[in-house]
């Protein structure tokens, strides 16, 4: 076990979590990568500092290029973090170099990878504008062929927390009531502020992240 473990650490370049690399090591060592049972969560969020070298997307760039886990289903938990996908986003372009791209391009090229948008503070316009510019993009083949992000992005998974209090309450507001249902709100407005989506569209991207894929992730038949 030990022999394993460390050879999945050194393949990561000692950069993964230590429970990401004891997670691979058990399925490895059932010799059950592609078929087995257990999936793996990764915190992918890109806000904290001490994570950053941790989680950054990279690592499991290098490691889904390896021919036995090219199928391995994961979860890149929280995509861009609560900022959501400010650092891909520049003014007249999209920063191929970003965390968040280069997660968007792992969900494109591979069929068990997911990325769920928990923790996204949807308090800000600019943030929520974000989210929606991922799936006009997509539309746009602006991160090229593979598969859609529709069918690869979930709501929510180990967290809703509190990222920002103004999240939880009715219009964003300061004060005043605080409930998910602001929060779930908050991400309905995202999707249907959308003047390039169509209505489908629009519907599609909501029952594929709160239905559909959380069940393809998690396969669930019914």
């Known amino acids: 076990m030990k022999k394993l473990l460390s050879e999945l650490i050194d393949m990561l370049n000692d950069k993964t979590d230590l429970l990401s690399s004891l997670h691979l090591a058990l399925i490895k060592e059932k010799e059950a990568i592609v078929n087995s049972d257990l999936d793996v969560l990764s915190e992918a969020g890109k806000e904290k500092e001490n994570l950053d070298k941790n989680t950054t997307p990279q690592n499991w760039k290098r490691l889904l290029e390896k021919t036995e886990f090219t199928n391995?289903?994961?979860?890149?938990?929280?995509?861009?973090?609560?900022?959501?996908?400010?650092?891909?986003?520049?003014?007249?372009?999209?920063d191929k170099k970003s965390w968040t791209y280069t997660i968007i391009k792992l969900l494109k090229k591979y069929p068990n990878t997911y990325a769920d948008i928990s923790a996204y503070d949807y308090a800000k316009k600019e943030h929520r504008?974000?989210?929606?510019?991922?799936?006009?993009?997509?539309?746009?083949?602006?991160?090229?062929?593979?598969?859609?992000?529709?069918?690869?992005?979930?709501?929510?998974?180990?967290?809703?927390?509190?990222?920002?209090?103004?999240?939880?309450?009715?219009?964003?507001?300061?004060?005043?009531?605080?409930?998910?249902?602001?929060?779930?709100?908050?991400?309905?407005?995202?999707?249907?502020?959308?003047?390039?989506?169509?209505?489908?569209?629009?519907?599609?991207?909501?029952?594929?992240?709160?239905?559909?894929?959380?069940?393809?992730?998690?396969?669930?038949?019914?």
């Open 72 to 94: 391995l289903r994961i979860n890149f938990a929280h995509l861009g973090g609560e900022t959501g996908t400010d650092d891909m986003f520049e003014p007249f372009r999209i």
């Open 129 to 222: 504008n974000n989210l929606v510019k991922i799936f006009e993009k997509d539309e746009e083949n602006k991160f090229g062929d593979g598969h859609r992000l529709v069918d690869k992005l979930l709501w929510g998974s180990d967290v809703p927390m509190v990222i920002s209090g103004k999240s939880y309450r009715k219009g964003s507001k300061n004060r005043g009531e605080s409930k998910y249902k602001y929060y779930f709100g908050g991400f309905l407005k995202a999707i249907n502020s959308s003047s390039k989506l169509s209505i489908s569209q629009k519907n599609m991207i909501i029952k594929n992240m709160t239905e559909v894929n959380p069940k393809k992730f998690l396969r669930i038949s019914a």
